[in-house]
């Protein structure tokens, strides 16, 4: 009896485990469903929108600009940020600073993004703390599921195109 029971217990625990990491290598390789809070990438993603995120692109170098993505906030790497890429490395990209009068250039360094939020005047995003490491991106999100009225392919920010070609 008590063979039987440690019998079925051990084997409980080892599909437990088993199912765990299969869980765990979907979920890190191939993406997941995702909540997005907060007012940065209004009016594409609105607060409490729920989308799917996908991780391949991230591991094969499959970020564009134009791309929505979830990364590890570079000044809280305890949260995810969901932002629009603007640039990628080597581009030149035009900043504002907040009171718009003052428009300067930058580059993206080597290995990093440049990301806003589509809601420019409430987002804090690359204006702020500047192009974030590549390896800080966690997914790209292409595909809206909640709210069901809004069910599809995300759109094209609403800011239009957003770095210098000169």
């Not at 063979?3 to 191939?30: D, M």
């Not at 170098?61 to 995810?80: E, T, W």
Request: aromatic content about 12%; some cysteine; glycine content about 10%.
């Amino acid at each position: 009896m008590l063979r039987g029971v440690l019998g079925k217990t051990f084997r409980l625990v080892g599909y437990t485990i088993q199912y765990g990491c299969i869980a765990h290598c979907a979920f890190e390789y191939i993406g997941g469903v995702v909540m997005c809070s907060g007012p940065s990438m209004e009016p594409t993603i609105q607060n409490s929108d729920i989308v799917f995120a996908e991780n391949l692109s991230r591991h094969f170098y499959g970020i564009q600009r134009g791309d929505i993505v979830i990364a590890k906030s570079p000044s809280d790497p305890k949260s995810n940020i969901c932002k629009r890429v603007i640039g990628l490395e080597g581009d030149k990209i035009l900043t504002n600073s907040p009171s718009d009068f003052f428009k300067s250039h930058s580059y993206v360094p080597t290995g990093h993004v440049w990301l806003e939020g589509d809601n420019l005047q409430n987002s804090t995003d690359s204006r702020y703390y500047g192009p974030i490491p590549y390896g800080l991106i966690r997914g790209r999100i292409f595909f809206k599921i909640w709210p069901l009225s809004e069910f599809g392919f995300l759109r094209d920010s609403p800011n239009g195109h957003r770095f210098s070609d000169d």
